[in-house]
């Protein structure tokens, strides 16, 4: 269970946490709670979310169960220390989708004393590390690895598998495009893809 960073008012400088995991695991659901009772104990705060992911609301970031908290779409992660001026704590959500200038960002504001709660997919489609999210977790004092279920075995699944055919890096998707697969369910599923392609391939 992640408990917030106790404050020492001799020491100015804030922390980042990093919150991450495959597709339905509860990313969103785990950083708006905690910004939720940030806000709740009045500090000052300010969700950001990269403006291409319009899936649910451009001015909202929405977990899958619809749970709710008002964000700031930004375009680049540069735009976000500007609009996060005087904040207590900053939101940053699908930080996998921004380019690894979010790594120094939210290091500048551990830096001046914000505290800095971020969530992003940590593996893409294909299981591999997921643009700057490396970064994020090896500068960040916390991580939380948070799982879903698998869809196929009903162990942990920490896997993203993409079931449409499109293997641009970047697809927005629900569950119509995804499924959260475990380590043995996605390695399957790829060997068998595999196998199916080389058949293809031969004919």
Known sequence: MFLENAVNINEQFGWIEVICGSMFSG??????????????????????KPSIDLRYNDELVTSHDQNQIRSTPVPAAANIPILADGCDVVGIDEAQFF???????????????????VAGLDMDYQGNPFGPMPGLMATAEYVTKVHAVCTRTGNLANYSYRTSSEDDLVILGEKESYE???????????????QSKKKNKNL
């Open 27 to 48: 990313k969103t659901e785990e950083l708006i709670r905690r910004l939720k009772r940030a806000q709740f104990a009045k500090q000052k705060i300010e969700i950001f």
């Open 180 to 194: 959260p697969l475990s380590r043995s369910a996605f390695f399957n599923v790829k060997k068998k893809n595999n």
């Open 99 to 117: 380019d690894n200038e979010i790594i120094k960002v939210c290091n500048d504001l551990a830096n001046t004393g914000v505290r800095v709660i």
